[in-house]
């Protein structure tokens, strides 16, 4: 009990509510049952609301500028903007986009970066609150996010999360860029040549070469990342 005091109060500033957990195979959340084997044997994770099909090791910024120091892992709900945080294996808590500033997913295939941010005039020009989105690309004059989230596949998949089926979730992957050039306003893009193009049209010919010499993959985020730093140092 007094580990886990000392854990809410190094999670003062933000986190949302404390999970009730029977071990690590047992835990629920508002009817959701969240359990390690169940999340490993959706490895594609299509029928559920994760990013990833596994607990992931992570590295977690606070509001306050702290990282927290203990070993931890995150699963990402990006259907409904909540991160499930672990601690010393068997304590879970739940947090939302407003309790953090940035989260590091290790990832064996390339660390992913996550940055809680508040951006309006992309989502339906309606207020929202934090959220979090990939960062793809970081400089001084320009940046550059993912929202990675789903929607339902069906009407049917809508009615089921509705709790009034017993029928699986069908969900489907949506992906939207996000970008924002110094002293101007996030706005969607689709990131491809055509984009890089209409940004910088002074280099069409040398971002043109340059892709196909280079086998530039924009949506991968290292090649995204070559490309932008060269065209931003000159």
Known sequence: ???????????????????????????????????QSQVQE????????????????????????????????????????????ELDSDKIFEVTPKDISRLKIIDNSGDRNFISRKIKEVENKHEVGNRMYELLFEHDELLIFRRNTKTFASEASKNTYAGQNNASYDYKDKITYFLKFKQQEFKAVNLNRKTMIELFPR?????????KEEKIDLKKSEDLNLLLTQLLSD
Do not use: H
Not at 58 to 75: C, F, M, Q, R
């Open 203 to 211: 280099k069409e010919k040398w971002i043109k070469r340059f892709i």
């Open 42 to 85: 959706n490895k594609n994770v299509r029928n559920t609301p994760y990013l990833y099909g596994d607990w992931m090791p992570a590295k977690i910024e606070l509001l306050s500028g702290n990282e927290l120091d203990k070993p931890t892992e995150v699963i990402l709900d990006i259907v409904n903007d909540k991160i499930f945080v």
């Open 1 to 35: 009990m007094k580990y886990l005091y000392i854990i809410i109060c190094l999670l003062f500033s933000g986190i949302a509510s404390t999970q009730v957990t029977t071990g690590k195979g047992n835990t629920f959340y508002e009817g959701f049952l969240l359990t």
